[in-house]
């Protein structure tokens, strides 16, 4: 969607207090309650994938949506709410904002992140839990770290442009950590990390 119609969409979204997830992602489900978009693709493999239970999650690429809730799934704690954001430069939802709602969902207890270079939306999240604070145990998986020894060249989502040193993977997960959100190595140890800050906090 060219970006010009993406921004005045999203403003008038703003004025008419709607949400608008997306553009470029493949929507919303919270599993066994709803589902919109394409996201977690035939019926059968989102039933494995997007098992019911406490975890929301938020991607900035489709199919890391439907892989880190494959692992939740697998390793029993399941997914509350997972949004495929999209990767665009300009989008509808972001996940500062779309924090306070996983905040009031009492069915989730934490948060599993799938995030990438580029744009500021890792450093807006930081700033949000360091000045709001958080109930929920936070872990991120950040791709895409072979780019900082790649200055300048593209790859991926159209948000994946690396435009200063804030947008580097290393400064953004120095940001996330100072904020208090673990960041995983590999996708794998997500379910892990999340169970172990869960368990601290009761």
Request: charged fraction near 20%.
């Amino acid at each position: 969607i060219p970006r010009a119609e993406v921004a005045q969409a999203v403003e008038y979204a703003s004025q008419e207090g709607a949400r608008i997830i997306g553009p470029n992602c493949l929507g919303i489900i919270s599993p066994g309650k709803s589902k919109m978009g394409g996201i977690g693709g035939a019926a059968d493999a989102t039933r494995r994938a997007f098992q019911p239970g406490s975890i929301g999650v938020m991607s900035r690429s489709g199919g890391m949506t439907t892989e880190i809730s494959n692992a939740l799934s697998e390793s029993g704690l399941g997914v509350s709410t997972a949004v495929s954001i999209g990767g665009d430069a300009i989008i509808g939802s972001n996940y500062a904002e779309l924090m306070p709602l996983f905040e009031s969902d009492e069915q989730t207890k934490g948060i599993a992140i799938y995030s990438e270079p580029g744009g500021p939306m890792e450093a807006q999240l930081a700033e949000h839990i360091t000045e709001y604070g958080t109930r929920l145990p936070v872990v991120a998986f950040m791709a895409g770290r072979f780019m900082d020894e790649m200055p300048g060249m593209r790859f991926g989502h159209a948000g994946t442009i690396v435009e200063g040193h804030a947008d580097t993977t290393a400064d953004k997960i120095a940001r996330l950590e100072e904020a208090g959100i673990a960041v995983a190595e590999r996708i794998e140890e997500i379910p892990a990390l999340l169970r172990e800050r869960i368990n601290e906090a009761t």
